[in-house]
Nanobody, 123 residues
Framework: QVQLVESGGGAVQAGGSLRLSCAASGRTFGDYAMGWFRQAPGKEREFVALIRWSTEYTYYADSVKGRFTISRDNAKNTMYLEMNSLKPEDTAVYFC????????????????WGKGTLVTVSS
């Protein structure tokens, strides 16, 4: 079993920045991917970004492309999401996720979830 622990959520004004972290523990297998999803009140959970751990290939949802940057620290087994130029529409609970491959994550085949961290962006 893999456990994911998130941190860095909070409140920020529109145009500001925030950095989320997700530390993974437990055994991981194969060519896995880690990423972020978010869920706003009354809406379905949506994909935000992912990173292929071995090659650092990254992929972003159109809504955040150019504003958010996903990265990882292999030594710390930690993933980050740097969020810039934040908009009120970015307000949501952000979930850390891990999957066996990039493909399984894109197919909504997430194997492990964090508990989520709230990001609130005010105008």
């Amino acid at each position: 079993q893999v456990q994911l622990v998130e941190s860095g959520g909070g409140a920020v004004q529109a145009g500001g920045s925030l950095r989320l972290s997700c530390a993974a523990s437990g055994r991981t297998f194969g060519d896995y991917a880690m990423g972020w999803f978010r869920q706003a009140p009354g809406k379905e959970r949506e994909f935000v970004a992912l990173i292929r751990w071995s090659t650092e290939y990254t992929y972003y949802a159109d809504s955040v492309k150019g504003r958010f940057t996903i990265s990882r620290d292999n030594a710390k087994n930690t993933m980050y999401l740097e969020m810039n130029s934040l908009k009120p529409e970015d307000t949501a609970v952000y979930f850390c996720a891990a999957a066996r491959t990039v493909l399984t994550m894109l197919k909504n085949g997430v194997d492990y979830w964090g508990k989520g961290t709230l990001v609130t962006v005010s105008s």
